[in-house]
């Protein structure tokens, strides 16, 4: 009987561990159930803040993408006037360039034309000095030639003789000396 006796306590304690075991697995089952819960929720909730992050994301990207576009139209824009404002300098300087060549070829001109006006009043102040002395040398040779006819001796003669009685002039100063 003591194997007996000894047999509903084994069984009662079979029992109570299959018991005891049946409630650790219902409540690991259920901490499993709760865990599974927890991580679903867990997984749902970052996934929502996963989708968030996405849309922000996405957003942000999209307003990046579209300052950039905006930005890249401005530098078109600018490399544009900038191709636009260098031409329109190049053309500045050049019409500068010939501006300032043809003002520097309109001054050689006027300075030669005003050397050439020099050139010119010199030569027709040597030319009247010329021809002044060529008058005066023919009114001289004209006198000369009256002088040498007899009535212009005569007429030399009283001159000569005025000269040298009222005016006290030597006789030596009217006859030219030669230089040695």
């Given at each position: 009987?003591?194997?007996?006796?000894?047999m509903?306590?084994?069984?009662?304690?079979?029992?109570?561990?299959?018991?005891?075991?049946?409630?650790?697995t219902?409540?690991?089952?259920?901490q499993?159930?709760?865990?599974?819960r927890?991580?679903?929720?867990?997984?749902?909730?970052?996934?929502?803040?996963?989708?968030?992050l996405?849309e922000?994301?996405n957003g942000?990207?999209?307003?990046?993408?579209?300052?950039?576009?905006?930005t890249?139209a401005?530098l078109?824009?600018?490399?544009r006037?900038?191709?636009?404002?260098?031409?329109?300098?190049?053309?500045?300087?050049?019409?500068r360039?010939?501006?300032?060549e043809?003002?520097?070829?309109?001054?050689?001109e006027e300075?030669?034309?005003?050397?050439n006006?020099?050139?010119?009043?010199?030569?027709?102040?040597e030319?009247?000095?010329?021809d002044?002395?060529g008058?005066a040398?023919?009114?001289?040779?004209?006198l000369?030639?009256?002088?040498?006819?007899?009535f212009?001796?005569?007429v030399?003669?009283i001159?000569?003789?005025?000269l040298?009685?009222?005016?006290?002039?030597?006789?030596?100063?009217?006859?030219?000396?030669?230089?040695?």
């Amino acid at each position: 009987m003591a194997k007996e006796d000894n047999m509903p306590d084994q069984t009662d304690r079979l029992l109570d561990a299959l018991e005891h075991s049946t409630r650790v697995t219902t409540e690991v089952i259920g901490q499993v159930r709760g865990m599974e819960r927890e991580f679903q929720a867990l997984q749902e909730g970052q996934a929502k803040e996963f989708a968030h992050l996405r849309e922000t994301f996405n957003g942000r990207l999209g307003e990046l993408e579209d300052e950039m576009k905006s930005t890249n139209a401005h530098l078109d824009n600018l490399v544009r006037e900038t191709v636009t404002t260098n031409q329109l300098l190049r053309e500045d300087m050049s019409d500068r360039k010939v501006a300032q060549e043809h003002r520097r070829k309109l001054e050689d001109e006027e300075r030669d034309w005003r050397r050439n006006m020099e050139t010119r009043k010199l030569d027709r102040k040597e030319e009247i000095e010329d021809d002044t002395r060529g008058v005066a040398k023919k009114y001289m040779d004209e006198l000369w030639g009256v002088f040498k006819q007899p009535f212009g001796y005569l007429v030399a003669g009283i001159i000569f003789f005025l000269l040298i009685k009222y005016f006290a002039v030597p006789p030596t100063a009217m006859v030219p000396h030669e230089r040695p």
